[in-house]
């Protein structure tokens, strides 16, 4: 968990997978698949393990069958160490493995600053690492909003020190890595939570919470000002004079694209392999000078044109299932509930879901979260 952020080499997670399986066959032996049942008894991994089987199946209408593998990598790991996960761990260790992650978003944070500050090779505009900038600032913004929920609940003082740190080192990284999606997917989610708790916001802890997110918010914006008003105005330029120009002009033409190959597929979609063909083939008649990109930066619009209405159902039935099965568990569910928000907001602006160690965090927390209400459903096989 500690060295999940810190993508180092390609084959990192694979080998961390092969590992969980050789572990499993020992511990388990003659008896794994007895125990693998216990996993698709808990409903948020039966459902997510129907959207997976369905991606694999898109490969049936898919022409780019090789391409298509190439997409599906994102859930090859997941397949393994979700019930490895779910088998091995107790709500208490889950907890642990959340804590951890927690602190490794501290440590690349620290990491983070040592290039703002030029301590080694970088430019300030790009603080990369092993890292992309998008991708970095995706997990700061975890990092602040982990370490909140953690201080809040947390008794030991030493252990509030800790989360205070992790929170002062997020926030200076998420504020000079240069992510305008992750800075606004972090203001939608201060906001949507605002709407979700309002009835608590006259108490003391909330009111303390939600004014050190605002200052965080003038922060960023203070910060970035002079890129978010030129996001603006290329925004403009798309609405007035049909231009698709700077990095949200072009980002416009991929989102007005893909709503087409979405109108085209709109049940069963392309298939995994075929929506970046269809992109390119449309761009292309269009005389197009972004024809050249592999995506659209919008998770949701890929998700729809390759896997269409049944794979984006199947996909957001399976995170609602899992946060409403561990809404009594309040810690859980505000872990929960604001990295998924996070994502979701995220995912408007990039494929966040297709990168490294995203999409790895992605599907591990969702095993975490699901070994919450492991009792319940245990109980129920008994």
Request: charged share 15%; aromatic share 20%; with cysteine.
């Amino acid at each position: 968990m500690i060295t999940t952020p810190f993508y180092f080499f390609h084959s990192q997670y694979p080998v961390f997978t092969v590992l969980f399986i050789l572990i499993t066959i020992v511990k388990y032996k003659k008896s794994f698949f007895l125990e693998l049942k216990k996993v698709f008894v808990n409903r948020a991994i039966l459902l997510l393990a129907c959207y997976f089987l369905y991606t694999y199946l898109s490969l049936l209408w898919t022409e780019d069958i090789e391409h298509g593998f190439t997409i599906q990598k994102v859930y090859r790991e997941a397949l393994f160490y979700i019930p490895i996960l779910y088998l091995f761990l107790d709500k208490q260790k889950a907890e642990v493995c959340i804590k951890l992650l927690t602190i490794s978003f501290g440590v690349y944070a620290l990491y983070s600053i040592g290039f703002y500050l030029e301590l080694y090779n970088s430019y300030k505009l790009n603080l990369q690492g092993t890292l992309g900038y998008e991708t970095i600032s995706v997990m700061m913004s975890l990092g602040i909003f982990f370490s909140l929920i953690f201080f809040y609940f947390e008794k030991n003082k030493n252990y509030k020190y800790m989360y205070v740190i992790i929170f002062i080192l997020c926030t200076f990284a998420f504020s000079v890595n240069n992510g305008r999606a992750a800075q606004l997917s972090f203001i939608l989610v201060v906001l949507t939570l605002v709407l979700i708790y309002w009835k608590k916001i006259y108490s003391l802890k909330f009111i303390l919470v939600l004014l050190t997110a605002v200052s965080i918010f003038v922060l960023v914006i203070y910060n970035n000002s002079v890129r978010f008003s030129k996001g603006i105005d290329e925004l403009k330029k798309v609405v007035i004079e049909k231009k698709f120009e700077g990095s949200w002009g072009i980002r416009a033409y991929m989102y007005l694209t893909g709503l087409k190959i979405i109108e085209k597929n709109p049940i069963f979609g392309t298939g995994a392999g075929d929506s970046k063909q269809t992109y390119r083939e449309i761009s292309f008649e269009e005389n197009s000078p972004h024809s050249w990109f592999s995506h659209m930066h919008n998770q949701h619009i890929e998700i729809l044109s390759r896997y269409g209405l049944i794979g984006y159902f199947l996909l957001i039935v399976s995170i609602v299932y899992l946060l409403f099965s561990i809404k009594k568990e309040k810690k859980f569910f505000m872990l929960g509930l604001v990295f998924y928000l996070s994502i979701f907001y995220n995912s408007f602006f990039n494929t966040i879901i297709d990168r490294k160690p995203i999409y790895i965090l992605f599907f591990v927390l969702f095993a975490l979260f699901s070994i919450v209400i492991k009792k319940d459903f245990t109980t129920k096989i008994k």
